[in-house]
T-cell receptor, first 113, second 116 residues
Framework: AQSVAQPEDQVNVAEGNPLTVKCTYSVSGNPYLFWYVQYPNRGLQFLLKYITGDNLVKGSYGFEAEFNKSQTSFHLKKPSALVSDSALYFCAVRDGGYSTLTFGKGTMLLVSP | GAGVSQSPSNKVTEKGKDVELRCDPISGHTALYWYRQSLGQGLEFLIYFQGNSAPDKSGLPSDRFSAERTGGSVSTLTIQRTQQEDSAVYLC??????????????FGPGTRLTVL
């Protein structure tokens, strides 16, 4: 079975500081990895993905993620957090022979002014 | 429309009643997915459509749950004899198919189902 883990239920960071939201995965083959963000009362929005190529992937709203095969991780990062980044973040991995995704349980990011 | 739409946005029903949830995917997206989001449970995959067929329905929690898709577009998720544990936000997503699973999925705003 393929799975993804987000070890932190919540991450707190002050505005202007760098942020990291952690994600580790387990797959049988090469992973397709994704980050999605969910703002309050909104649907999930795609942030970025890793399929192949450079390990550092850049996405929307200044976010980036680093694929680390040896550590089976795909942590989400941003150099300088904004209060408006406060939201629920989901890491996801491609699952099985089809294009279904397995999602982590989500990490709530709270950025304080 | 420009994005994935779902209706109704909220549904309150009594235990034992049947409900139908609707999803209108982005035009041209051949792949459609249903997920369920429960408090503290993250996103739970329910079913995947490619066109009108469902190659993966492994996530449907019981035979009270069914889904269909017609015309390669609109999909309905039906829950029969609803139970309180069915209360959740039901999310629909669509994506361009045939890209090996790498296409990003676009999610609708969800239907919040409350079973009393």
């Amino acid at each position: 079975a393929q799975s993804v883990a987000q070890p932190e239920d919540q991450v707190n960071v002050a505005e202007g500081n760098p942020l990291t939201v952690k994600c580790t995965y387990s797959v049988s083959g090469n992973p397709y990895l994704f980050w999605y963000v969910q703002y309050p009362n909104r649907g999930l929005q795609f942030l970025l993905k890793y399929i192949t190529g450079d390990n550092l992937v850049k996405g929307s709203y200044g976010f980036e993620a680093e694929f680390n095969k040896s550590q089976t991780s795909f942590h989400l990062k941003k150099p300088s957090a904004l209060v408006s980044d406060s939201a629920l973040y989901f890491c996801a991995v491609r699952d099985g022979g089809y294009s279904t995704l397995t999602f982590g349980k989500g990490t709530m990011l709270l950025v304080s002014p | 429309g420009a994005g994935v739409s779902q209706s109704p946005s909220n549904k309150v029903t009594e235990k034992g009643k049947d409900v139908e949830l609707r999803c209108d995917p982005i035009s041209g997206h051949t792949a459609l997915y249903w997920y369920r989001q429960s408090l503290g449970q993250g996103l739970e995959f329910l079913i995947y459509f490619q066109g009108n067929s469902a190659p993966d329905k492994s996530g449907l929690p019981s035979d009270r749950f069914s889904a269909e898709r017609t015309g390669g577009s609109v999909s309905t998720l039906t829950i029969q004899r609803t139970q309180q544990e069915d209360s959740a936000v039901y999310l629909c997503a669509s994506s361009l198919g045939g890209s090996g699973g790498g296409a990003p999925k676009f999610f609708g705003p969800g239907t919040r189902l409350t079973v009393l």
